[in-house]
């Protein structure tokens, strides 16, 4: 199998697998740059799996279900450009031979949807969205800062080396504020160091691991002693009233 970040837009990716012959994709917010790939590799588009129902990740699906036929899936509650298959909690996704298992991840919006697929190729495969970030985590549009800690607590329990496919190249912005908040992680600066080279080369920091989360981004990691300490730093009212995760988020909302 061969997995494939398509870039569009600004800074999203839409993820690609295949085997050569068939081929799905995650969040087609444009479909050009995925009918590209599947003629310059001679694929047919099996099935599309949509995590949420933002433009920039659906935008494409209706041109790439009339080109290709491709079976549509996507999150019971939201509103996506039907016909589809509805999926929710527990639900598994076959195609390409493979099994995806669904996870609802609500907080960014509120029926947003992971697909986890647990054997493929050695290791774990996660399609997140906008939930998991490299570094960070998708604004609360919808949902509540409770909400998106558990999404995030489910997807952290997944297996260490779980290959984190995020829907966005937000990973140096995101590294930039996670040393803000913990500075002497030193995980996290050699970490930056990576991706700044990878940046600079043009090249994709993504997919990320649980592993590596775990270890660098701030949102996994509240319940560090530091990271408490610097968010009560910016804002010790707001850590009593409102928690530590809270407070990290509203506090990356207004960080340049
Ligand atoms: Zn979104
Ligand atoms: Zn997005």
């Known amino acids: 199998m061969k997995l494939i970040p398509l870039p569009a837009f600004a800074d999203n990716y839409l993820w690609m697998l295949h085997d ?14 995925v009918l590209q790939a599947l003629q310059r590799e001679g694929l047919q588009l099996q099935s599309i799996l949509v995590t949420h129902h933002h433009a920039d990740h659906t935008g494409g699906v209706d041109a790439l279900r009339e080109a290709t036929g491709a079976q549509v899936y996507g999150p019971a509650r939201e509103t996506i450009p039907e016909p589809l298959q509805r999926l929710s909690d527990g639900d598994t996704v076959q195609t390409l031979g493979l099994a995806f298992q669904v ?3 609500p907080g960014h919006t509120a029926g947003h949807i992971a697909y986890y697929c647990a054997a493929l190729d050695g290791a774990p495969l996660l399609f997140c969205g906008d939930t998991l970030f490299s570094g960070g985590c998708g604004r609360l549009f919808e949902g509540t800062p409770a909400q998106m800690q558990a999404s995030l607590g489910k997807l952290s329990a997944l297996p260490g080396n779980t290959r984190v496919c995020c829907a966005h190249e937000y990973t140096l912005s995101n590294l930039k504020f996670a040393l803000e908040v913990e500075p002497d992680n030193a995980a996290l600066v050699a970490y930056q160091a990576q991706c700044q080279a ?8 993504l997919p990320s691991s649980i592993e590596r989360e775990l270890q660098i981004n701030p949102f996994l990691r ?4 530091t990271i ?21 988020r509203q506090w ?5």
């Open 222 to 225: 509240s319940q560090q002693a």
């Open 20 to 33: 050569g012959q068939s081929a799905l994709v995650v969040d087609p917010g444009d479909a050009a740059p």
């Open 103 to 105: 996870l609802d991840v």
């Open 252 to 256: 990356k909302n207004q960080y340049r």
């Open 198 to 205: 990878l940046r600079a080369d043009g090249q994709v920091t």
């Open 228 to 248: 408490i300490a610097s968010a009560r730093r910016f804002d010790a009212a707001g850590v009593d009233q409102h928690g530590v995760f809270a407070t990290l």
